[in-house]
Every structure is written in C-alpha cells, then in structure tokens.
C-alpha cells in the first residue's frame, strides 16, 4: 500500500519562500505522476503542480514562474519550491500520486501567508 507524508508547512511572508516536502512509502513504482493540490476553507482542491515520469511539468497558472515541483532520484519523495509567495498562496497543500489503482493523497500541510 502507498502511502504519502507531507513536511515543510508554516508561516510565511508575503514575499518568502517555503519549500514543501513529500516521502512516500510502500508501493512507490506503481506511482505514474505526483502532483501538488492546495485547499482553502469552502473552495475545490486545486491543481498548483504536477510531475509525471518522464520528467515533464504542468503548473497552475497562478504559479508559474514562482514555484516548481521535483523529485529526487528515487523518485519516492516529491518537492514544491514556493518562492514569491502571496497571500493568495495560503491553503491546504496536499501531496497526489497517481496509481493503476487511483490516486493516493497524503493528509495534507497547512501554508499561511501573511501579508
């Protein structure tokens, strides 16, 4: 079984920079794409940034040119560089990995951005 954990959530200010971190255990070569979601209060689980096995990137427009989604070379933790962060950035981010089976989400890091 898959599982994910995400680390590296916090406080910071509008401007700062704030590195996510996600480590998966278990199944991890049934993993195609891992991905980077966030959530706030009343709103839908959102898409900021993806990576699929080849390598290849997607990003939420609102984010492009400001963060960026890795791997290391195991390719069993996945990476979100938040740089130039707003207020708007502020949000639940969940850590996704994409399987045969379904997805796989991990329970989530909370990231404030204080203006």
């Known amino acids: 079984q898959l599982q994910l954990m995400e680390s590296g959530g916090g406080l910071v200010q509008a401007g700062g920079s704030l590195r996510l971190s996600c480590a998966s255990s278990g199944r991890i070569n049934a993993i195609t794409s891992m991905a980077w979601y966030r959530q706030t209060p009343g709103t839908q689980r959102e898409l900021v940034a993806r990576i699929i096995a080849s390598g290849n990137t997607n990003y939420a427009d609102s984010v492009k040119g400001r963060f960026t989604i890795s791997t290391n070379k195991a390719r069993n933790a996945v990476y979100l560089q938040m740089n130039s962060v707003n207020p708007e950035d502020t949000g639940v981010y969940y850590c996704?990995?994409?399987?045969?089976?379904?997805?796989?989400w991990g329970q989530g890091t909370q990231v404030t951005v204080s203006s």
């Open positions: 996704n990995a994409q399987t045969p089976c379904g997805p796989v």
